[in-house]
């Protein structure tokens, strides 16, 4: 199939679903979406016992998608400036204390929580892993998914401060957990002994070196959403209120460039489509997108971000074709394992950090029990582990890491989504 007719084929799949979540199922959006394409994927490996072209045709075109370059090099530079364009920065900056510390320390604790948790369980039940790829493991799925999150946030009547917590933290750890990810990943690569492309092989990897690549990463992200946020509200202050399209072009080309370069820096495109969404929206409302045109704009980037949702969830739910044949009882328990400790690193993770802060600040009641919860994870996690697929490590422990994450990720969207009303409710 050729890149038309696969856009084609997705937009369609969105606009069927979309139909019939509304209409039947009534679900939250992103669940709704998941869940059509979860039962199209089981339906589909069903009818494939009795006609076999039937999967291997669905194979064929959801391998023709790299989910991995797909989501992180395209769609989700989009999707977080378009979800930080409509977070409130002032309410942010009031909360910055707590978010910052859950999106960082969290993150971190998270990420060798489940780490050590792993390399320690998963022997007792014959999958023996070295430390490093459990470690890697625990930073693609510690960060809790900007996207899933806050199309949660936006179903249920939150208080203002508990909202701009969940949502400001799922916006800044996603970043951090890709450097983590990056940083694991280019120690796992050293140990190994594999070779970049345009690199200098196999280095010995310092904790100087380590620091050096982290703050890299973050601090070059920061400063480059930061730089092309005040380039972005300048220009859209200089241009003429009549000129809707010129404004819409303008923002989409500063996500575009500013991903592109981050991409060829080598620091973080995630972290600076946040701060450059965080800039650009709660700037310009105060002075220039406050009009008409201004208006136009955001509207665009709702529409967006609604469309690349419901595209990215149907992928999520798709990707069940990529590891049908991993579906084994031996590999469902360890599944089942991986979504308790990925639970439980959740719960310290979170719990840890606001029991110490609550000496200096005041948190609304059940916090720990919400955000631990509510701490969903979605494409990014599944496609940071898709990304390991063409990496030499052993096949093993890169089957096992994919397949883990994959029950972590439905687990968390369908369970945990479709019942954190019911616990902010209680």
Known sequence: MSILELITLLIFLAAAFTLINITVLKLPSTIGLMFIALVMSISILVLGYFFP???????????????EEVLMNVMLNFLLFAGALSTNLNKLIEERVPVIILATIGTLMSTFLVGFLVYNIFPMVGYEIDLIYCLLFGALISPTDPIAV????????????????????????????????????GIAKAQAGIHEPGGHGSEEITAASVAFLFGKEVFGGLLLGAGFGFAGFKLLNFIDNDHVELEVLVTLTLVMVGGRLAEMLHVSAPLGMVVMGLFIGNQGRDEK???????YVFKFWHLLDEALNAILFILIGLEMLVIAESFTMSNLAIGGIGILIVLFARFLGV???????????????????????????????????????????????????????????????????????ALLKK
């Open 289 to 295: 997108l406050a009009n008409a045109t201004g208006e």
């Open 53 to 67: 072209s039937v999967t291997e045709g669905a194979e064929h075109i959801i391998a023709e998608f790299d989910f």
């Open 351 to 421: 719990s840890i950090p606001i029991t110490a802060m609550r000496r200096f600040r005041e948190f609304e009641p059940k916090t720990i029990q919400i955000l631990t919860w509510g701490g969903l994870r979605g494409g990014i996690s599944v496609a940071l582990a898709l990304s390991l697929t063409d990496i030499a490590f052993p096949d093993a422990v890169k089957d096992t890491i994919l397949f883990t994450t994959y029950c972590v990720v439905v687990f968390s969207i369908l369970v945990q989504g479709l019942t954190i009303g």
């Open 150 to 185: 806050l199309a949660l946030t936006k179903q249920f009547g939150l208080s203002k401060k508990l909202e701009i917590k969940i949502a400001g933290e799922s916006l800044f750890n996603d970043g951090v957990g890709v450097v983590i990810f990056l940083t694991i990943l």
